[in-house]
């Protein structure tokens, strides 16, 4: 039998010793989420002045990272995200962060046939009697990327939860170049923000659409929390999870008895999803535990998968809509903001599913930072990143109201989106549709 141990007291490392090994030039990987790793990164931020052109990617990180803070040049590390964090947001806007424009899915296919990585560095849990480290809340990607590396550097994170898998959930000391350890702050945790009165009206109009058994895929964001909890607090029954991110309104429906998962059509009994991040009790609840599964992002998110799923909700916010049925998502104007992440993927793998259905949802107005309000449905795009085309749009969601753009031509788009923006807009989005000869006379009442 191997003796993972002396094996493992081999690989050990400080994370000084461990971070020695980048190079001016390399392509460096942080991973996703909790998963980074704090310890290297302190470690290589203090080799600074002997390294250029150090390239770092990363994933929803939620700092603060010091590679990029310690170098506002950006000439010894040039950091970049897949989906950024609103720490990563903050580094955008100081010029500190470029995003990587992906769709989840192909995340780790882009690594597999395209990337490099010359060192893979993340958080995982402690290894096992059998020489496995957990790679934990960011299993969803993490194995494709260490296995692309040249050099794979763990960090063990001993508050990380050990969350089970169908595969690629786990990496083996025999796949590990080094190992550090070190103390490490509990885990970030991420509560759910409160509920104003639009969220909850938006909530509202949704839950007549999903039915006993639905499965639910919940977003990023404030407003399919909302929907997750008021989810928790009604009468319905045995809903099933598959999504890219579990957070706590999975938790909050496991707690009320509605999140089951006995009804799913496909892996009925377990919870699916791909990265993990809120707070204590999702961490302690995720930990072991038989009823939730990570997999990998590239089958989770894979369109035919979520198609398997009868009754598949997919609830997604957004940033604004314009008259066409263009979703933004991740930018406003030039300003970036998140990133596509899995919207698409859900967009298109709910639409597909029988009795499924995929809700983009938003607040019809917003107030910038000036005080000044603005319609989030807009006439036309001005320099807004496109996240879902209009080809692909399906029910949006604001306060005044539920959509179907499905099979609508441009003037009957534009209708039914004037019909659910704010009351104070509508007369000036009519007259905007009117010279983009998407409107019909006939249509103002």
Known sequence: MMNYQQEYRDKLRTPEEAVKIVKSGDWIDYTTVVCFPTLLDAALAKRRDELQDVKIRGNLCFGPI???ECDPSREHFMYNSWHCSSYERSLCDRG??????MIF???????????????????????????????????????????????????????????????????HISEVDYIVEGEHQPLPEFPIDPATEEDIKIAELILPYIVDGATIQLGIGSMPNVVGHMLAESDLKDLGMHTELCGDAYYELHQAGK????????????????????????????????????????????AETIARQENMVSINNCIAVDLYGQVSSESSGFRHISGTGGQLDYLTGASMSKGGKAFVCMTSTFTDKKGTRHSRIVPYF?????????????????????????????????ELLISIAHPDYRDELIKNAEKQKIWRRSNKR
């Open 105 to 171: 899915r192909n995340v780790v296919p882009y690594y597999r046939h395209f990337l490099t990585v010359n060192v893979a560095m993340m958080c995982v849990t402690p290894m096992d009697k059998h020489g496995f480290f957990n790679l934990s809340c960011g299993a969803g990607i993490a194995k494709g990327i260490l296995d692309k590396a040249d050099v794979v550097i763990l960090e063990v994170n001993e508050h990380l939860p050990r969350i089970l898998g169908g595969f690629d959930e786990s990496i």
């Open 66 to 68: 010091q590679t990029v």
């Open 382 to 414: 001005q320099g807004d990143i496109i996240t879902n085309p209009r080809s692909q749009g399906y029910f949006i969601v604001t306060e005044f109201g539920v959509v179907n753009l499905v099979g609508r031509s441009t003037w009957e788009r534009a």
């Open 259 to 302: 999140l089951t998962n006995k009804k799913k059509t496909a892996q009925p009994g377990k919870g699916v999803t791909g990265i993990v991040f809120g707070t204590k009790p999702l961490y302690e609840w995720v930990d072991q535990n038989p009823g939730v599964v990570v997999e990998p992002l590239e089958y989770v998110n894979a």
């Open 96 to 101: 500190l962060c470029n995003y990587i424009p």
